[in-house]
């Protein structure tokens, strides 16, 4: 609508215009000359044409385009020329009007004279006619290109109609293919939801499958466990019908006995007078023959005690006997100035040797230092000799005594083995190596391991511990820990938590009334658990013994008639800074030496043996019975049992030697001497700590040592 005014405008207008001016003017050259008129009527001519020139103005001030300006400055000159001429033709109306109707002459004049303007002034209506049809020229040129745009635009349009149309059909076609598509998509779609349907089916069959298998394990399981329960139950059943089969049977006889008394009695009162007689007459020669029954059972008895006593008087014919039978043994001789020290050793700072030529020193943290080899043995004894001058020790008199110093040691809360609930597993664990562990060697359940300038063996005590249980189990813990359980047929638990290095944190045996008795404890390494292993005896100075050498260690040998229980039951020879864990007191010699030891020397093995006979076995009689007397009074008690070798061998092949015999020395005390086994820890040492200072063959230094270390792995308080 916008553009059909402007063209309006620019155009259709000034045309109409021009025709409108340019009539009168060839009216007034071709019409006659007549009257003047009245001068109303040339003023409405006047009026009109200068109506159409201002609408004009107006027209083409409304107007837009490129061809305003030019047209605006041409319909201007039109204008000038065109009012030049009316104040032209007024001047002479009012002329004539002034001169009035008198002279026709004069209008004649005038006459002429309008033709001659009206002559002069045609080349001016040439002229104008030719810029209009200039004008118009340019005003068809404009029609002609808008013409031509609106072609352009209906065949745009149409263009685009025919687009839109073939968009259509493309549209319509690719519906079509999407139809088609879409039916063999909805075929894919269903085969690959039957696909789907069929592998769940089978996943769900196979889960089926592997949940009936799981429940097949289970119930196998379940059936193992229900026929041991079942065995157990089944030979309860035995013993209680045999039990019941003998309690039948006594019954039987005391019933028949009763018939036979009854039918006796019939008997007797049936019979006459002399029967009775004859009956009482037997009755008596049965009581005589039953006292002389008794008389022999008497004397068979007395018998049996006089055997026993003659027993008992050979035995202790034996026990007096046996120095002279132990004289044979190899025996070193004796050194007079390693006597005259090692009977007050307190008076020296010096390292204490045993008293006899070629002993060694009489503390394993001494031996230790002299096995350095970063120095020669003179340096390193002179500096731990004048370390030994600044050390004040004080003997405890009790155990109690010697962990004086402890913080809180009156508030110790224990806390039961099995107060945590655990996750059990199927298999025996394997614990993690600490930090700068390399095993070496593996021997059955063994292993030689290297760390630092160190050799030493592991071994896992629990299948020592589990030879006569009924069933042996582990359950997962927090934190990496495992806790082992040993059930044994008495119905007595054996429970021990290790931390994930294998360390013991707490063991304890639990009877059938509750009752729990409590071997190792150290909860602090369960918060703290170290990943390398640090010798707790780098940081204590050299051990000063202050006590005889004789009250520190017992020779079985040379000691017959000590009293064991006294000397096992006796305190650390120094104080003790904390609770020490198992692991630590095997393998710190500076931690060991705080208690006294026994040498079994009675018992001797071969060169690569750990066989002991039973004849050598029964000289740990008197160790054995002074180790269940004190078990007695508390069953909490822990021994140490180590084993050593000689010089003979590798390092590595000694140290499982030496393993193995303090393994069998702990078996021999359970087996033959009932006690029990998780009371006894073993750890075997090689050719570490010698007896005698010598490479060769020695049989004292295979030997077996014990030590009663529970003031060093428990609170003394938990046992009060």
Do not use: C
Request: glycine share 4%; aromatic share 4%.
């Amino acid at each position: 609508m916008l553009k059909r005014t402007r063209l309006l405008a620019t155009v259709a207008l000034p045309i109409a215009s021009l025709s409108f001016i340019w009539q009168p003017v060839e009216a007034a050259m071709m019409r006659p000359v007549l009257p003047l008129v009245e001068k109303s009527d040339v003023t409405v001519v006047q009026s009109e044409e200068e109506e159409l020139i201002r609408k004009k103005r107006n027209r083409e001030e409304q107007g837009g385009g490129e061809e305003r300006p030019r047209n605006r400055e041409r319909n201007n000159r039109d204008a000038d020329g065109q009012g030049e001429e009316r104040r032209e033709r007024r001047k002479e109306e009012r002329r004539q009007e002034e001169g009035g109707q008198n002279s026709r002459e004069e209008r004649r004049q005038r006459q002429r004279d309008a033709e001659r303007q009206q002559e002069e002034q045609q080349p001016n209506r040439e002229e104008r006619r030719k810029k209009q049809r200039e004008t118009e020229g340019e005003g068809q040129q404009q029609q002609d290109r808008q013409k031509a745009r609106e072609e352009r635009r209906q065949r745009q349009r149409d263009a685009e109609r025919q687009q839109e149309e073939q968009q259509q059909n493309r549209e319509e076609r690719r519906k079509k293919q999407r139809e088609a598509e879409g039916e063999g998509e909805q075929q894919q779609d269903r085969q690959k939801a039957r696909e789907e349907r069929r592998q769940r089916q089978r996943d769900a069959e196979r889960q089926q499958e592997e949940q009936q298998q799981n429940r097949e394990e289970r119930r196998k399981k379940q059936r193992e466990a229900e026929g041991e329960d079942q065995q157990q139950q089944d030979r309860q059943k035995a013993r209680e019908e045999r039990r019941q089969r003998q309690r039948d049977a006594e019954r039987q006889q005391e019933e028949q006995q009763q018939n036979r008394e009854e039918r006796r009695k019939k008997q007797r009162e049936a019979e006459s007078e002399d029967q009775q007689q004859q009956d009482r007459q037997k009755a008596r020669e049965e009581r005589r023959r039953r006292e002389a029954d008794t008389d022999q059972q008497q004397e068979g008895r007395e018998k049996t005690r006089e055997e026993r006593r003659e027993e008992r008087k050979r035995e202790a014919e034996r026990e007096r006997k046996r120095p002279d039978e132990t004289a044979g043994r190899p025996r070193r001789e004796r050194d007079k100035d390693r006597e005259r020290i090692a009977r007050d050793p307190s008076r020296t700072t010096e390292t204490i040797e045993l008293p006899f030529i070629d002993g060694a020193a009489v503390l394993d943290s001494d031996k230790d230092w002299d096995n350095r080899r970063d120095r020669s043995r003179e340096e390193l004894r002179r500096e731990r000799e004048e370390k030994r001058r600044d050390v004040r020790v004080r003997v405890p008199e009790s155990d109690r005594d010697a962990q004086v110093g402890w913080e809180g040691r009156d508030r110790i809360r224990y806390e039961s083995g099995d107060r945590e609930r655990g996750e059990r597993r199927d298999r025996r664990p394997r614990y993690e190596d600490r930090d700068g562990w390399r095993v070496e060697r593996e021997v059955d359940d063994r292993f030689v391991i290297n760390f630092g300038d160190r050799i030493i063996v592991r071994s896992d005590d629990g299948r020592r511990l589990s030879r006569r249980a009924t069933e042996t189990y582990y359950e997962d813990l927090p934190n990496g820990r495992v806790r082992e359980v040993i059930e044994r047929p008495n119905g007595d638990r054996v429970v021990t938590i290790r931390n994930r290095y294998g360390e013991i944190i707490q063991r304890s045996r639990i009877d059938g009334d509750g009752r729990e008795y409590v071997m190792f404890y150290a909860p602090e390494i369960d918060r703290d658990s170290r990943p390398t292993f640090v010798d707790p005896g780098e940081r204590l100075p050299p051990m000063r013994l202050t006590i005889p050498v004789d009250e520190y260690i017992i020779d079985t040998s040379a000691e017959d008639r000590a009293d064991y229980r006294d000397f096992l039951e006796r305190p650390p020879v120094e104080p003790v800074e904390r609770v020490y864990t198992l692991d630590e007191v095997k393998y710190s010699a500076r931690i060991r030496d705080k208690v006294r030891r026994i040498d079994l020397d009675t018992i001797t093995f071969a060169t690569g043996s750990a066989d002991i006979s039973m004849n050598q076995a029964s000289t740990l009689r008197k160790v054995a019975e002074a180790m269940n007397e004190i078990l007695d009074k508390d069953p909490g008690e822990t021994f140490l049992i180590e084993g050593h070798t000689d010089a003979v061998g590798s390092d590595e092949s000694n140290l499982v030697l030496s393993d193995e015999r303090a393994e069998a020395v702990a078996n021999i005390l359970t087996d033959v001497y009932d006690i029990p086994p998780e009371n006894l820890a073993t750890q075997g040492y090689g050719e570490r700590f010698l007896k005698i200072d010598t490479d060769a063959a020695e049989q004292l230094n295979r030997r077996v040592t014990i030590r009663r270390v529970t003031p060093l792995v428990k609170p003394v308080a938990m046992a009060e």
